[in-house]
């Protein structure tokens, strides 16, 4: 299973390059792509450090908890996007299936 998620988000990533540039063009600090069923980074603009630590506190905590709150109000919803704005940086989070998107602004 492990080799069907990486070509996955290979092509994915792939698919979305256009996109990627897009996002990246303009007041972007950087983006991070992790696939969530090893909970590892698959692609990132940023070094290792940072982009675990994204995965770890974005991704991880506070993507699972908003999910579950919008489950919890709504269990026929789902989570489609998120955005976090603090005093420094604008966090812009799409959680999918097998893999997460996070962009820093």
């Known amino acids: 299973i ?27 600090h950087g983006y991070v792509v992790s696939d969530n ?7 990132s603009s940023f070094d290792n450090t940072t982009a675990q630590a ?7 905590l506070l993507v699972s908890t908003c999910q579950s709150v919008v489950r919890d109000i709504d269990p026929a919803n789902s989570l489609c996007f998120l955005r976090l704005a603090t005093r420094k940086f604008e966090y812009l989070v799409a959680p999918e299936e097998y893999f997460t998107i996070t962009v820093v602004q």
């Open 54 to 60: 994204i995965v770890k506190h974005i991704n991880g």
């Open 2 to 28: 492990r080799t069907v998620m990486n070509r996955v988000l290979e092509d994915v990533i792939h698919r979305s390059s256009g996109v990627v540039d897009r996002i990246t063009m303009e007041h972007t």
């Open 37 to 43: 069923i090893a909970n590892a980074v698959a692609e």
